[in-house]
T-cell receptor
Framework: QKEVEQNSGPLSVPEGAIASLNCTYSDRVSQSFFWYRQYSGKSPELIMSIYSNGDKEDGRFTAQLNKASQYVSLLIRDSQPSDSATYLC???????????FGKGTLLTVNP | GAVVSQHPSWVICKSGTSVKIECRSLDFQATTMFWYRQFPKQSLMLMATSNEGSKATYEQGVEKDKFLINHASLTLSTLTVTSAHPEDSSFYICSGLAGGQETQYFGPGTRLLVL
């Protein structure tokens, strides 16, 4: 069974700090990886996608992918209270574009 | 990013009635749409994959006769919950996928409460 694992949290960081969110996946053939942010009561919104090993930066967000270790992470620099949300890791394990989601990590940024 | 809308955003219905939820891609053509369900404090669970002009593919454990999906055009998919019961109360979210793309864009969701 294809699985995506995340620490459920909550992860609590002070404002201005770096928040580090981690995700591991079980299907070695996975090719596409996504981070979504979900505020309470809302639907997920895309933060970043990553397809190749290494780092990908977009503003305060950096996604890191290591396919050998089956590990993907999201770093949020200069964390703001508005970043407080649940962060969902999603993996596309094949060619049918279906996503497998982790259970999400609840991040709280304290002012 | 691409925009997906859902209607209604909230629906309350009596047990035994049917409810239709619409999902529209507003600024792109969604060759594939996905329907998810999310219970409180749980992650998204994929219910079915809908391709324009063909029958939906349902995930294991999802009753296709209870959750009717129609994807008649490249911008509209509908989910009908037939004979809804209280255990069907959940947050239903659709997403759209443009042809050749890998990124799913989510609608705002529909919260269903069955009394």
């Amino acid at each position: 069974q294809k699985e995506v694992e995340q620490n459920s949290g909550p992860l609590s960081v002070p404002e201005g700090a770096i928040a580090s969110l981690n995700c591991t996946y079980s299907d070695r053939v996975s090719q596409s990886f996504f981070w979504y942010r979900q505020y309470s009561g809302k639907s997920p919104e895309l933060i970043m996608s990553i397809y190749s090993n290494g780092d990908k930066e977009d503003g305060r967000f950096t996604a890191q992918l290591n396919k050998a270790s089956q590990y993907v992470s999201l770093l949020i620099r200069d964390s703001q209270p508005s970043d407080s949300a649940t962060y969902l890791c999603a993996v596309n394990p094949g060619s049918n574009y279906k996503l497998t989601f982790g259970k999400g990590t609840l991040l709280t940024v304290n002012p | 990013g691409a925009v997906v809308s859902q209607h209604p955003s909230w629906v309350i219905c009596k047990s035994g009635t049917s409810v239709k939820i619409e999902c529209r891609s507003l600024d792109f053509q969604a060759t594939t749409m996905f329907w998810y369900r999310q219970f409180p404090k749980q992650s998204l669970m994929l219910m079915a994959t809908s391709n324009e002009g063909s029958k939906a593919t349902y995930e294991q454990g999802v009753e296709k006769d209870k959750f009717l999906i129609n994807h008649a055009s490249l911008t509209l998919s509908t989910l009908t919950v037939t004979s809804a019961h209280p255990e069907d109360s959940s947050f239903y979210i659709c997403s759209g996928l443009a042809g050749g793309q890998e990124t799913q864009y989510f609608g705002p969701g529909t919260r269903l409460l069955v009394l």
